[in-house]
């Protein structure tokens, strides 16, 4: 019995030996890991800590190029904190940038992701064949790619609401209903908006230092008066800048939407307004003004021009600058045609069918300020043909002569010639194009000229009712006057040779339905038909394939004059 006692006694003391080992250990772990910091100190001094200070300055995260880290963890670990504050607080400067200026070069898609993107950035600028191609290869590499797109670009919600289960009872409480944020009110409309910016100022910048005195604003001490002669100027030179001056501050946005004056001397300008459109021809397919009435055409010079008097008194110049039928000129108009065709099986392969061809080609408009314009049918895309696209580049190749672009000697204050007539040309397009001065396009601009057809155009007046368009439009084309409305653009080109002429009836509308959307940039086909000058014979086209046009800004051609 004493023998079990001791033994159970012994065991004891044991356990409790162990148990005291145990919690010793941590502590003499520790207290030796002081001395190891302690003299590795050199060491440390060579690595960046890990770990952010509780608080930081917003400065303090964006680094500089001299920055190194020696810690690979860190530095990928701060990369995407670094360019998402770079992305946010890069100002772009040349916004209106359009996507036909030629960017470097990019690396070819090597995964399924990339091919898909690759696809889709294609389908979106109307190349169905390249784009049709990267998909085939983004499945191929992997069945399930578009998930993956949807999940890198299309994230879903964080938070979802959460609802009750079917079979819950009735008692239980839904925290679907229930939120610890208080209802959001009703958003002001915006005109109340922009009425409550009526009282406001200019604020200038405050000081960099607190305390200090802050940095001049001359613009904030300026009457009323004369800024809004300043913004009239600003309007209009361009439209949109004198839009994107309602992002400065509450004062230039109140002015920018509620001055009628200046949005009255935009609409019925000549830079950008109505009184820049042409409801007449004004020129032969060639160019020239026309001076003296040709024989047998009908030409109403009763029509009244489109000017104040064809709009009411209490009218919105800002609405009718928007909305109202109106041709642009500082940029082009691009139609892409898609279509499939079958092909033929190779000689040298052994298929059971046929390949399927997808077909792509695109159409170009140009529009002048002096009534005539420029249209050519090829299948190369809109970046190689955009720049190119320019009355010296055409007069160049019409007349095969080197001096041609010098003669013109265009001032691009004005835009006229030294004969004092209107020309229509941009000093920034012939720039882009390499024709200015003695000068000689390049050969792809060369080759791409020669297929383009120059022309005329005219927009029907606003007044002309079907029964006026029976007279003042006969001799347009064989199709039904009843489809004539007031804004219908009309075209008149060069044909395949000299015996024959073409002749387009498009309408104007708008691409999307919101009423914020961009209007006028869309021309939908109602005609096309080919005259001969020497049957007096009409035959129209088929349109089975063809597209609407959509209006893209180009920067090079600058204004438009």
Excluded at 81 to 89: F, K, M
Excluded at 121 to 150: I, P
Excluded at 263 to 281: D, P, V
């Amino acid at each position: 019995m004493d023998d079990s006692a001791s033994a159970l006694e012994r065991f004891r003391q044991q356990w409790k030996e162990e148990v005291n080992a145990r919690a010793r250990k941590p502590q003499g772990q520790s207290s030796k890991s002081k001395p190891e910091r302690t003299r590795r100190t050199s060491e440390a001094r060579l690595e960046r800590p890990t770990n952010k200070p509780p608080t930081r300055h917003l400065v303090a995260d964006i680094k500089d190029e001299l920055d190194h880290y020696s810690d690979e963890d860190q530095a990928g670990e701060s990369s995407s904190i670094l360019a998402q504050g770079v992305e946010g607080l890069t100002i772009h400067d040349n916004i209106d940038d359009d996507e036909f200026t030629r960017r470097l070069p990019q690396k070819e898609p090597t995964s399924a992701l990339e091919h898909f993107e690759h696809a889709v950035e294609r389908e979106r600028q109307g190349n169905l064949g390249d784009s049709l191609a990267h998909y085939r290869k983004a499945y191929r590499l992997d069945a399930k790619v578009d998930q993956s797109y949807r999940q890198k670009h299309f994230p879903p919600s964080k938070s979802k609401p959460t609802t009750n289960p079917s079979n819950a009872a009735a008692t239980v409480p839904s925290t679907a209903h229930h939120s610890s944020k208080e209802p959001l009110e009703d958003p002001i409309p915006t005109a109340e908006l922009i009425d409550s910016f009526a009282h406001c100022r200019i604020q200038g910048v405050p000081p960099v230092i607190e305390g200090d005195h802050p940095p001049p604003c001359p613009i904030e001490k300026l009457p009323t008066e004369v800024l809004l002669d300043l913004l009239q100027h600003v309007a209009i030179y361009d439209p949109a800048v004198f839009s994107r001056l309602a992002l400065v501050c509450k004062k230039l946005a109140y002015h920018v939407w509620t001055d009628n004056s200046i949005w009255k001397r935009i609409a019925l300008g000549s830079e950008f307004g109505l009184g820049g459109q042409q409801y007449h021809f004004m020129t032969d397919l060639q160019g020239r003004e026309l001076v003296f009435r040709e024989v047998g055409e009908d030409y109403d010079e009763d029509l009244p021009a489109v000017g104040e008097s064809s709009f009411p008194k209490e009218i919105l110049w800002r609405d009718v600058f928007h909305n109202h039928p109106r041709v642009r000129f500082t940029g082009v108009y691009i139609s892409t045609v898609n279509y499939t065709r079958p092909g033929g099986a190779s000689a040298t392969a052994y298929t059971w069918n046929n390949p399927i061809h997808v077909v792509t080609y695109y159409r170009y408009l140009r529009f002048f300020r002096d009534g005539t314009c420029m249209s050519l049918l090829t299948v190369e895309e809109p970046i190689d043909v955009v720049h190119h696209l320019t009355p010296e580049n055409l007069a160049y190749v019409r007349s095969n002569k080197k001096d041609v672009a010098s003669s013109l000697k265009i001032t691009p204050a004005s835009g006229k010639s030294a004969s004092g007539k209107t020309a229509t040309s941009t000093s920034t397009a012939s720039a882009a194009a390499g024709s200015s001065g003695n000068v000689a396009p390049p050969p792809a601009a060369q080759q791409i000229m020669k297929h383009v057809l120059r022309g005329r155009w005219r927009l029907c007046h606003p007044s002309l009712d079907n029964s006026a368009a029976e007279v003042t439009q006969e001799g347009i084309g064989p199709s039904d006057v009843s489809t004539l409305a007031p804004g219908d653009l009309q075209i008149e080109t060069e044909g395949a040779g000299p015996r024959y002429r073409y002749t387009m009836h498009l309408s104007l509308k708008s691409a999307g339905r919101s009423k914020h959307m961009t209007r006028n940039n869309k021309l939908n086909w109602k005609g096309f038909w080919s005259y001969n000058l020497l049957t007096d014979d009409w035959s129209e086209f088929s349109l089975r394939h063809d597209k609407p046009f959509y209006f893209s800004r180009v920067k090079a051609y600058g204004l438009g004059y």
